[in-house]
């Protein structure tokens, strides 16, 4: 038996005793009968109990052996939390897909002439952070909602070490996040400056609906908004996360129900949120993922949708630098412009 | 034989088989095979040059820095972490002691294993992305840098499932996919753990004896 087994059984001894030395009072009337249990658990419960119990236990609240607060976070979480968050992550993927099978992807014509858009570093910070993110999104999304979708399927003795890996995964990755945050941050945050034209962009919905396309800036206003809310919650993800990670460090347990539920919501917000930057970086627009992967955009997908820093590379000159450096040596010209910039 | 069992048993004896025999087999043909004999007036010492390859690589070239800067940050933080993890872990240095020397020395304190797990998996992370998204190295990666790549970080990652030390499956797993490794090692690019001390020496000589200063 460990510590806390130890302490347990004896507080509930201690307790049961006292308990009965005080239902061993004869009842007033004849008819009064006392809950044997009720003063038991009154006691548990610490409820009109000014002096906390007191424990050789380190650690938050040990003194305490049963806490009311934390049992209604319990069911708030399980009750309502994850009931939305799954209405919610399970409810973006259909609308993303009714959006495709009604507006299909925006297709390119391609010219040919490539515009560097985003340079090595660019490119491995993205790609770090989104890896990093997909895996806590994936372990945390297995935490979320194991009990309700692993352990009927597969068991609990299935659960039980997934349930381990997906924890262990989850805080050692955690702190990588925001390495990776910081990072992207600091590499995109001059180009993601709001703009009047940002909010135009937001109101016509990128033109998806019909009109003409909405004119943008190097980031239109979508992927401005995903930046800053990438920027905002997951810089309040990763706080969260931290002082979970280390709980003994917190001051109190409200500040840690608090974390929890910063947590969950942030991390809910911005998977939804990932699922729209996915479709849109993969199937939604055609050619955008190049620029991701290869550092390169076609000069059309420029001009299509991000008219305006199309019109400031043509006025700077660097369509015909990467285009004539293209004709020379096809395979290379990424790298070697990179290297002039990084 | 259960799978436990093999995996405890002689799958280990096979993987410690083929990567001790393996590793050395080839470090000798390699020692063995020599290299051409240098006819030319010496200019300088070759072992002087052996240690000056050897050590001074360790560092990138000068006007190679800013390029390599990436790769230098990312290199080093993965080559140190994972030495750390490898070989000072508490759960690696019970392994060694009750399965393969019988003694232990002091392992790094449990936030240390964390910090260099971070840092290892950072820096292999950025090395794998530097290798697919730079137009140059990815051009020149084979299928077996990529292999090489995945599996470590197969290990690592098995290893920090594992890393609450509560569940036997996944301790399994993470020794399963060691055994992968140590089998694939001595035939894979991974055996630069050992090389790269003999193709630097080797190098460093060479360009010791002709006087050239890298
Ligand atoms: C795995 C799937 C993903 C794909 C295919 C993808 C693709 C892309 C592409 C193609 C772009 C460039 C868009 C452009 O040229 O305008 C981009 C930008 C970006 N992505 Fe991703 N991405 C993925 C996951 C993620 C994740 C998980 C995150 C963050 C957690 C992320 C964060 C960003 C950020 C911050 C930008 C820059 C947008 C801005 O700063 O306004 N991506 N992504």
């Known amino acids: 038996m460990n510590a806390y087994g130890l302490l347990w059984g004896l507080l509930l001894a201690l307790l049961s005793t006292a308990a009965q030395a005080q239902n061993d009072t004869p009842p007033q ?23 906390p119990s007191t424990t050789q236990v380190q650690g938050l609240d040990s ?29 973006v993927p259909v609308v993303i897909l009714l959006f495709h099978m009604l507006h299909g992807a925006m297709k390119l014509e391609p010219s040919g002439r490539k515009l560097l858009r985003f340079d090595l570093y660019d490119r491995v910070a993205h790609w770090l952070l989104a890896t990093v ?24 003795d299935a659960f039980s070490p997934i349930a381990s890996a997906s924890k262990e995964g ?9 390495v990776a945050l910081l990072w992207v941050f600091l590499r995109f945050v001059a180009r993601n400056l709001p703009a009047w034209r940002d909010i135009v962009w937001l109101l016509k919905g990128g033109g998806a609906f019909g009109g003409k396309h909405p004119s943008a800036g190097f980031f239109n206003g979508g992927e401005k908004l995903w930046f800053w809310s990438l920027a905002v919650f997951g810089l309040l993800l ?13 001051p ?67 369509l015909e630098a990467l285009s004539e450096a293209q004709e020379n040596r096809a395979e290379t010209t990424t790298g070697q412009l990179e290297e002039g910039r990084t | ?75 080093y933080l993965f080559h140190l972490g994972l030495f750390a993890l490898l070989f000072f872990a508490a759960p690696h240095v019970d392994f060694y002691r009750d399965r393969l020397f019988g003694f232990d020395w002091t392992p790094l304190p449990h936030w240390a ?48 499932l594992a890393l609450a030390r509560s569940h036997e499956t996944l301790r399994l797993l993470h020794f399963f996919v060691v055994e992968l490794f140590m089998i694939y090692f001595p035939f894979s690019r991974l055996m630069h753990s050992f090389t790269f001390l003999l193709s630097r020496a080797a190098q460093g000589a060479h360009y010791g004896r002709r006087g050239v200063r890298v």
């Open chain 1, 133 to 156: 993110f997909l895996f806590l999104a994936f372990t945390g999304l297995l935490l979320l909602f194991g009990r309700f979708v692993i352990v009927p399927w597969l068991g609990l």
């Open chain 1, 238 to 250: 990763s706080l969260s996360g931290l002082l979970l990670d280390f709980p003994s460090y917190a």
């Open chain 2, 1 to 75: 034989m259960t799978v436990a069992e093999l995996v405890d048993g002689p799958l280990w004896t096979v993987a410690l088989t083929v990567f001790v025999a393996g590793v050395a087999w080839r470090l000798l043909v390699l020692i063995a095979t020599g290299w051409k004999r240098d006819l030319s007036h010496p200019r300088s010492g070759s072992l002087g040059g052996a240690i000056r390859g050897v050590v001074g690589r360790f560092l990138p070239s000068q006007g190679m820095a800013g390029r390599l800067r990436l790769h230098l940050v990312a290199g």
């Open chain 1, 170 to 178: 989850h805080n050692l990755f955690g702190p990588l996040f925001l």
């Open chain 2, 113 to 160: 294993f964390i910090l260099a797990a971070e840092a290892a998996f950072l820096g292999l992370l950025m090395l794998w992305l530097n290798r697919v998204l730079n137009p140059v190295t990815r051009l020149i990666s084979e299928s077996g840098d990529h292999a090489a790549s995945v599996l470590t970080f197969l290990v690592m990652l098995t290893g920090c």
């Open chain 1, 29 to 51: 009337s004849g008819i009064w009968i006392p809950n044997p249990g009720a003063d038991l658990w009154k006691a548990v419960r610490q409820r009109g109990q000014p002096e």
């Open chain 1, 252 to 318: 109190s347990r409200e500040l840690l129900v608090l974390a929890l539920v910063v947590h969950g919501a942030a991390a809910v917000i911005l998977v939804a949120f990932s699922f729209g930057h996915i479709y849109m970086g993969t199937a939604g627009v055609e050619g955008t993922l190049e620029g991701m992967r290869d550092g390169t955009v076609d000069a059309n997908w420029a001009r299509q949708h991000h008219d305006q820093w199309y019109a400031e590379m043509v006025r700077e000159g660097r």
């Open chain 1, 63 to 91: 003194n305490q052996l049963i806490n009311v607060a934390g049992e209604k976070f319990r069911d708030w979480r399980r009750e309502r939390f994850i009931r939305y968050a799954a209405y919610l992550l399970a409810g």
